[in-house]
């Protein structure tokens, strides 16, 4: 089974100084959420080109996809049942439509480094840390691979039967790409679990 299609079915920390107390174990946070502050998560800025995009609500496409993606110089690979797979150093995100009528956009993200069974309690931990303090992408842990380890995973689903204008779909794939690589980038620092 390809690593993408397990799916089990966010705010970010604030200002320092309106942070409430928490209890720290293992540099896991386990108290509440911080409060969200306003220009937290994605980062912010128009995109050059989007304001030269066109306004017209069509049918989200997988050609719309990659012409967006080409826009953003994501690089990708196609398999040919209609999904694309962009890869980065650390991690690699799966981009493709799903449901009934592929009327949802997905961004599955997936670090390269997996974790061992013994840190399982450790991984959720961790996970669930990020679910309480980010948004847009839901993290978890994955079933076991062949060689025993946990994979981690980031996901972003958006239904879009109603389409979308070209700036809008810009907009959700760079989002989703750079949640990602933060996703990926804090597990390594922050999290401390890869």
């Known amino acids: 089974m390809p690593w993408w299609s397990w799916r089990p079915g966010p705010a970010s920390g604030g200002d320092p100084e309106t942070r409430s107390s928490v209890t720290v174990e293992e540099a896991v946070r386990v108290g509440p959420p911080t409060p969200r502050q306003p220009g937290d998560d994605c980062p912010g ?71 061992p069974p013994d840190w399982a309690d450790r991984a959720y931990r961790v996970v669930n840390e990020w679910n309480h303090t980010r948004r847009f992408c839901k993290a978890y842990v994955g079933d076991a691979t ?39 980038d804090w597990l390594h620092d922050e999290g401390a679990l890869l």
Do not use: K
């Open 45 to 115: 800025g128009e995109h050059p080109l989007i304001a030269d995009m066109s306004a017209t609500v069509e049918p989200v496409t997988l050609r719309r996809i990659c012409d967006a993606l080409d826009l953003l110089d994501v690089r990708y690979l196609a398999d040919g049942d209609g999904n694309l797979l962009a890869m980065w150093e650390r991690h690699a995100v799966l981009v493709t439509l799903e449901g009934p009528e592929d009327e949802i956009l997905v961004l599955r993200a997936r670090p390269h480094a997996t974790v």
């Open 146 to 184: 062949e060689r025993g380890q946990l994979p981690i995973y980031a996901e972003l689903q958006v239904p879009l039967a109603a389409g979308a204008h070209d700036a809008l779909l810009v907009e959700l794939l760079d989002c989703g790409a750079a949640v990602a690589t933060s996703f990926v």
